[in-house]
Structures are given as structure tokens and as C-alpha cells.
């Protein structure tokens, strides 16, 4: 199959009008089993924490959030507090929260520019490249090698214009082998290019409560009724690289409110291949696994809204983070009311909506008697990320985990599926 990028949007494309010209879909062999206690077992979560959040890339977020050398930003992935920078080359680099003396944060602040951080309990500053600067009263403190004593650093890689890490200063774990090329098709994006307009952030239940949303159109007509419309689609077809899955609807209503989000292919639908445009084609939901989602929206100009969900430090915790970015920044203060009313409706749509009925699940789970909860044949894309969440937590060895990845294919159409139910 071919790898080209640009060739493969257009094979799904094509591939997603033809389930809709055939008014057919593609299913889940058999309806899965998922047991409740997956959402509500601390220990299960604990191991979440150490052996998906401690070994795989996640979406920090997107490279223009930090655009200017000297951005910074801040923020807890479960138990870790990290800085992500760039620094005065323009480097990306993640690092710890925790200064080498006595462990406190160096900074508390989300985000802003700096040229150094200063530790606010007794002084000891970092360069933005985590170098340690200075030993406040050096003469007084006593010997100790500085070149040591930067800040505890993790891998990161920035590419597509989105920035991904691994949050484990210890890792030995490359980032590109669990990318599976997903990071070619959303350069097609070139969001290396996009600005950022702004960012919201709501707490929320177990992380994989609040992620499940993204991965399944079969509520939106239902729960986003009254948002979205009860004429919305309720079908996906999806396309995975490894873990992380594309999805599109083959419904081909023209017009539809959730045209660009939902990726409905109707704009090209009627056109020749030769004149189907980039924008249509990257049309629908884009997720990363393991928590970050990407949607297309159009209020005030071409934007996209990037939900990463990060674990809590308990099970039944999560935060999301919103990051808006447009194509371009609108000009007009008619436009930037346009985006922001339309980023505000979609805050709307995830808080109220999403994460309303995912912390009404996750408050009678663990009481409701029930055992296993059910995935339908249609909820395809859930039933991928549960298992791949167990084979991930299941690896021991770093060696298993990326066999793991290394035997995922990827397969226009057919998810693969990691392992059997
Ligand atoms: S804890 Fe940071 S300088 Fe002492
Ligand atoms: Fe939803």
C-alpha cells in the first residue's frame, strides 16, 4: 500500500465515499466485553501511569504553542510535573518540574518566556536548554559537580508541527517506532506553519472515560442532539496506524454543521480526483494514541482543535486540555469573534456534553453491579484502544512493547486489531 501521504488521504477518501455510495460500513467481528472495572481500579491505573504514560510518546501539544525561543509552558502527566521549552537555539527540550537541590518546581507558571529559571526556594537557576546556571551561595553550599545537576530531561521530538515526548528521564525508548508514519500523514496538515489562538482546560473523570468520546460516532446524534443535531451521523469507518486511528463518516449528507469535524467527504464527493483539495481530505477525527485527538473546525478561517486528555494522579481523575490553532490567525475582529465563539461552542459540546455523561459513568461504575460494559460492532475504534491499552500495560519488556508496535500493520480500512479479545 502506498505511503505517500497526500495518495493515501485520497485512497481513504475514496474508500469512505464508497461505503457511503453503498450505504455499507465496516464492523468489529463480534460485540467486545470490556470489564467495568477498567475505569475504576486503582491498581490497574497505577499500572497505566508506569507502562502506557511512562513508556510511550504522548502529544505534549502543538509546536506554535511554544513558537518563540524562550517559550515555555507547564504541565502534570499523572504523578509528573514537566516543563516543555525551546530554548535559545530554538530546541525543543522536556524536562522534570523538580530542581535538583531540594525537588520543588522551578517555576508555577503555566506558560511565558524566560531566559533561565529560577528556583523560588533558594535560588539555583536553569538555562531554558535545563543546564544548571548557578548554585545560589556556591562558596557557602559545599562541592558538587554542576554539569550533573541540570534538570532531569526526557526524550522529545517535534514533527508535523506537533511536539511529542516520552515523560521517563530514565527511558531508553526511541520515539519514531511507535509514530507508525501517522506523523507523515498529519504533516499533511503543516501545522509547522499554524499559530496558536488559544487553550481551555476542564477536569474530568477516569482518562479513558473522557477519551472514549473521541473514538466513536454512535452518540453523537444522540448526546449532541441538541449541539450538533439529531440528523448528525452515527457511523464511522476507521483507519489505523498501529494504535492510532482515523476516523471519517461515510454518511454524505451535503452541509452537515459537523462537515469538517466529523469528515464528511461531501465537498468533493461530485469532483473529479484531480481537484479534491488537501483541507477535505484531512476532513474528520484524528486520534494519537495514546490521549490526544485532532478535528477540524472553520469558524473565523481553517482552524483545528487538539484534545489531549492526561491522567490525574488517582484513577478516577483526568484533566483536558483544549489547544485551538488556526491556519492563520484571523484578521478581522469580526473573524476572531467568529473562532472564538466557535471554540467556545466546541468547549461547549466537551465539557457540557462528553465529559458530563463520562463523569455521570464514572460516578455509578464501581456501584452499578454491572461487570463487563459492551462495545459495539460499530464502536470499532473503542474496542482497538482498549485492547491496545491492555497489550501495552501487558508488555513487560521494552523489547515486547516495541515488537508490539513493529507487528501492527497498517491497514487501509480493516483496523488491525493487536490481539485477539
Ligand atoms: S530547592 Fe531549588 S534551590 Fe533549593
Ligand atoms: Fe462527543
Known sequence: MTRDPIELLKAIARHTIG????????????????PASTYYDQDLFDLELHNIFGRLPIVLGPSCEIAANGDFKTMKVGKASIIVTRDKAGKVHGFMNACRHRGVKVTDKP????????????????????????????????????????????????KAGLIWGIVNPDTKLPIEPFLKGYDD????????????????????????????????????????????????TNRGIYYTWGPHQHIKTPDLTPGHVATET???????????????DLETLSYGVWTVFPCTSIASFGGGG????????????????????QYYIM????????????????????????EGEDIAMANAAQDTLAGSGIDYLLLGRNELGNQNFHRWCKDVVEAETDKDLLRLYDNAEIELGVPKVATAA
Open 262 to 276: 466529523l469528515g464528511y467527504m461531501t465537498d468533493i464527493v461530485d469532483k473529479a480526483e484531480s481537484e479534491w
Open 327 to 350: 491556519e492563520k490567525l484571523p484578521e478581522t475582529e469580526a473573524l476572531t469573534d467568529e473562532a472564538e465563539a466557535q471554540f467556545a461552542w466546541v468547549q461547549g459540546v466537551v
Open 111 to 158: 506558560c511565558g518566556n524566560a531566559s533561565r529559571f529560577t528556583c523560588p526556594f533558594h535560588g539555583w537557576s536553569y538555562g531554558t536548554d535545563g543546564k544548571l546556571l548557578s548554585i545560589a551561595a556556591r562558596e557557602d553550599f559545599g562541592e558538587v559537580d554542576k554539569s550533573l545537576l541540570g534538570l532531569r530531561e526526557f526524550p522529545v521530538l517535534e
Open 302 to 321: 481553517r482552524g483545528a482543535l487538539i484534545s489531549q486528555v492526561l491522567p490525574g494522579e488517582k484513577v478516577g481523575e483526568s484533566t483536558t486540555f
Open 19 to 34: 461505503h457511503g455510495q453503498s450505504n455499507t460500513m465496516e464492523y468489529a467481528e463480534d460485540v467486545m466485553k470490556l
Open 185 to 232: 500523514v498529519l504533516a499533511s496538515f503543516g501545522f509547522d506553519k499554524w499559530s496558536f489562538f488559544s487553550k481551555r482546560s476542564f477536569k474530568g473523570p477516569n482518562w479513558k472515560l473522557s477519551y472514549d468520546g473521541y473514538l466513536e460516532y454512535y452518540h453523537v446524534p444522540v448526546l449532541h442532539g441538541r449541539t450538533f443535531g439529531t440528523d448528525t
